[in-house]
């Protein structure tokens, strides 16, 4: 098993800052791509920053500038550090990870999402 745990969401003003967590626990080989994708409420989910094992990012347009996605190998983590936040990031975000397991299964692995609210 392979699960994903998220930390660091909560309420902050508009212009503040979060940074989220996400670490990988499980039997696991490697972990490719790590990404970080968010769903306001009635809304679909969308990807807003993902970075490879290799450290190249893709980062949307409504966040570039002011969102940072990072990443340590060693320890299977990504990081996604929000600054200038406005009422529209306000969503639930949810870590997302290409894992190859220890028996070298691959698998698309999800978190159960970490609440970001920004008040006006």
């Known amino acids: 098993q392979v699960h994903l745990v998220e930390s660091g969401g909560g309420l902050v003003q508009t212009g503040g800052s979060l940074s989220l967590t996400c670490a990988t626990n499980?039997?696991?080989?490697?972990?490719?791509?790590m990404g970080w994708f968010r769903q306001a409420p009635g809304q679909q989910r969308d990807l807003v920053a993902v970075i490879s094992r290799g450290g190249s990012t893709n980062i949307a347009d409504s966040v570039k500038g002011r969102f940072t996605i990072s990443r340590t190998n060693d320890k299977n983590t990504v990081y996604l550090q929000m600054n200038s936040l406005k009422p529209e990031d306000a969503a639930v975000y949810y870590c997302?990870?290409?894992?190859?397991?220890?028996?070298?299964?691959?698998?698309?692995?999800w978190g159960l999402g970490t609440l970001v609210t920004v008040s006006s």
């Open positions: 997302n990870a290409k894992v190859i397991t220890s028996s070298l299964r691959r698998l698309e692995v």
């Open positions: 499980g039997s696991i080989f490697r972990v490719d791509d």
